[in-house]
């Protein structure tokens, strides 16, 4: 009887691209994205403080509008950095299990930030249809 091959494939990284043909300018891309992620982010966090700190915004639709920017903080935080690698460091190469990290937290919270939109849509349907059933506070 012969023996079974057992041996497995698994590549160890992945070679990302980036933008064939603008190699020249990735210098340039790379601080339009970077400072798109900087506003992003301080955008996010602050309003996150205000909404923690401002006790007349402690209302349903503030605590979805919370929870909806520390999905995108996550989202953002998932994939711009390896971005920001390429496009200034030229490292393309990104580990499999990396890669698999980034493809979770990406799927996974916009998966969440799509259900979250599905419930802030009801919310204010209730308010608006039915305004005597729907107490905000």
């Not at 919370?66 to 999905?71: D, F, K, P, S, V």
């Not at 903080?73 to 299990?97: D, G, Q, R």
Request: aromatic residues 14%; contains cysteine; glycine residues 4%.
């Amino acid at each position: 009887m012969t023996p079974i091959n057992t041996t497995g494939f698994s590549p160890v990284y992945f070679v990302l691209l980036g933008i064939p043909g603008l190699e020249s300018v990735y210098h340039l891309i790379a601080v339009a994205f970077f400072l798109v992620y900087l506003l992003s982010v301080v955008g996010n966090i602050s309003l996150l403080l205000i909404i923690r700190v401002d006790r007349s915004l402690h209302h349903p639709m503030y605590f979805f509008l919370g929870i909806l920017m520390a999905i995108d903080l996550v989202l953002s935080n998932s994939a711009t950095p390896k971005v920001l690698a390429i496009l200034w460091f030229n490292s393309h190469k990104i580990h499999f299990e990396a890669c698999l990290m980034q493809m979770f937290f990406l799927h996974s919270f916009a998966i969440m930030e799509s259900a979250l939109l599905v419930a802030m849509a009801f919310d204010q349907y209730i308010a608006v249809c039915h305004p005597l059933q729907y107490n905000p506070y």
